[in-house]
């Protein structure tokens, strides 16, 4: 079969489409035919050797793809052959063929394509588990989205409109700022253009009760001084690391140690907290409640309450060109990738 792997860490250069040995299920896991898969920065820092989930490489990344149904397990009973489908793969997306656990591979609806499909099972179970799961949200309250006209971001200000959230939102740039004012964002702000930190206070000035954050680093010590008491800030991916300048040395040390020069019995007077939320532990440690997470996604979008975010679709010959563009941060929306 066709195949992108990582075969050492390098740049987006180093990414090409291989002969690799097609893979056989396993008794209680679904072989799809891949048409198409979502790309997530998870990925950029796995092809960097800087995410420690990551298999020993070589490996094929990509988390989640949508295709048919070629050959189950033994045990399966949910899928048949020709079944069309989207699932977290764990891995392996990057190809023609995919393996993925029974339990998280799901039916695709008659009303998506395949590019649609494959923009969910990542983008919108981290949203949903970090805004109603980690964040402990009721309507009314206040959420600021970082990285909101990102894939996740997007799912996070679509999730947030369904809860009836007062939304913030930050993005870089006039476009992605006009793209968050047509999404619904009630406060849309250029973190290029103007302090985020000055003007949410201005904004708030009580606070906010959760702060969804895929940037990391030191911008973390600030998030808890916007938050209410009870407020909570989740971290769902860590873009600082992916900075080159942070390869030397000295620069990681004062990044990654900014992060934890706050005060623990701060955060416990005042019933803050901080909390992490990676979808591979998810759905690897508590599959039963990814399972339950992506179905009750799936009625959403069915009774139109949410849908698909922006999908930018590149053939499988363009993935160095989307690794580029996804780790420049200039793109908005989700990347997916197709294979013919």
Do not use: C
């Amino acid at each position: 079969m066709k195949a992108i792997p990582i075969l050492r860490s390098g740049d987006f250069r180093s990414l090409q489409i291989r002969e690799w040995e097609t893979p056989s299920p396993g008794p209680s896991q679904v072989l799809i035919r891949t048409r198409a898969f979502g790309v997530n920065f998870a990925d950029v820092l796995a092809r960097k050797g800087q995410y420690t989930d990551a298999p020993k490489m070589p490996f094929i990344p990509g988390y989640e793809v949508a295709g048919e149904v070629v050959q189950v397990g033994s045990s399966v009973t949910k899928f048949k052959n020709n079944d069309k489908v989207l699932a977290l793969t764990l891995f392996g997306g990057y190809a023609e063929f995919a393996i993925a656990d029974e339990r998280t591979t799901f039916l695709l609806p008659d009303y998506m394509t395949y590019e649609q499909g494959a923009s969910i099972p990542v983008n919108y179970v981290t949203a949903w588990h970090s805004i109603f799961e980690t964040g402990s949200i009721k309507k009314g309250d206040k959420i600021l989205i970082h990285a909101a006209a990102g894939g996740v971001g997007q799912a996070a200000v679509q999730l947030s409109k369904y809860a009836g959230l007062e939304i913030f939102g930050t993005a870089g740039g006039p476009k992605k700022i006009e793209k968050l004012k047509q999404l619904g964002v009630d406060h849309a702000i250029d973190y290029r253009g103007e302090d985020y930190f000055t003007k949410i206070k201005s904004l708030a000035p009580q606070g906010i009760h959760l702060i969804l954050d895929s940037v990391g680093g030191s911008q973390f010590k600030k998030e808890l001084d916007l938050l209410l008491p009870h407020g909570r800030v989740v971290g769902y991916g860590a873009a600082t690391f992916s900075d080159r300048s942070l390869l030397k040395l000295p620069n990681l040390i004062t990044e990654a140690f900014s992060m934890l020069t706050f005060s623990v019995v701060d955060l416990m007077m005042k019933s803050r907290g901080f909390y992490g939320v990676n979808m591979l532990a998810v759905a690897r440690d508590n599959i039963e409640q990814f399972e339950a997470e992506m179905n009750q996604l799936l009625k959403l979008f069915e009774s139109k309450e949410i849908s698909t975010v922006e999908i930018n679709a590149m053939p499988a010959s363009g993935i160095s060109e989307v690794h580029r563009m996804l780790e420049s941060r200039a793109s908005s929306g989700k990347f997916v990738v197709t294979f013919d």
